[in-house]
């Protein structure tokens, strides 16, 4: 978590993969286990460095968006550019019971970028009923896969997803 603990350090690491924009805007995304991602695997964090492994593999033969149903994570840091979406996966170093930043890492080996001409559509809306402080999102592409994750908008490890995860909202809404 240190290496994207700041917004400085985590526009660093985007600026690096080359999926960094004029205009910027970064947040943490965990991996929604409670639908389609439990069909890749439990928890997505279990041998994170076999992950790492098959994600690279994935990743220099990605043709397709499909590569994301291969990939082991726990989550995304995520940078919307002006130009698309910057994806660098997160893994924790076991299995993840509960959604905490804490013990995340990047793998700053392995990162994606979605140009907004491959995807279809951004939704995003409270993963319950009655709780707005958890927002879950669905990235549909347009080859037709759905990447789907939860955010939560406060957390006391990563503070910029509170104040940056609103503008995403914005850019996406109707």
């Not at 943490?28 to 928890?43: K, P």
């Not at 043709?63 to 997160?90: C, M, Q, R, W």
């Not at 959604?99 to 993963?127: D, P, Y």
């Not at 549909?140 to 006391?156: C, P, Q």
Request: proline share 1%; glycine share 8%; charged share 20%.
């Amino acid at each position: 978590m240190e290496e994207f603990q700041t917004i400085e350090k985590a526009y660093e690491l985007f600026k690096n993969a080359n999926c960094a924009g004029n205009e910027n805007c970064i947040f943490v995304a965990f991996r929604d286990t409670s639908r389609g991602g439990v069909q890749a695997g439990i928890a997505g964090g279990i041998g994170g460095a076999v992950g790492a492994i098959v994600a690279n593999a994935v990743a220099k033969s990605m043709v397709s968006h499909d590569a994301f149903t291969n990939l082991l994570y726990d989550g995304f840091l995520i940078n919307k550019t002006e130009a698309g979406i910057g994806l660098i996966p997160l893994n924790n170093d076991g299995v993840m019971w509960l959604a905490s930043t804490e013990k995340l890492r990047a793998n700053t080996n392995l990162s994606f970028f979605i140009k907004n001409e491959e995807i279809e559509s951004v939704k995003i809306k409270n993963l319950a009923l009655l709780n707005s402080k958890i927002k879950s999102i669905k990235i549909t592409f347009t080859d037709g896969f759905k990447l789907r994750l939860i955010v939560r908008m406060k957390d006391k490890f990563i503070s910029y997803t509170e104040s940056n995860f609103p503008s995403f909202m914005q850019s996406y809404s109707n």
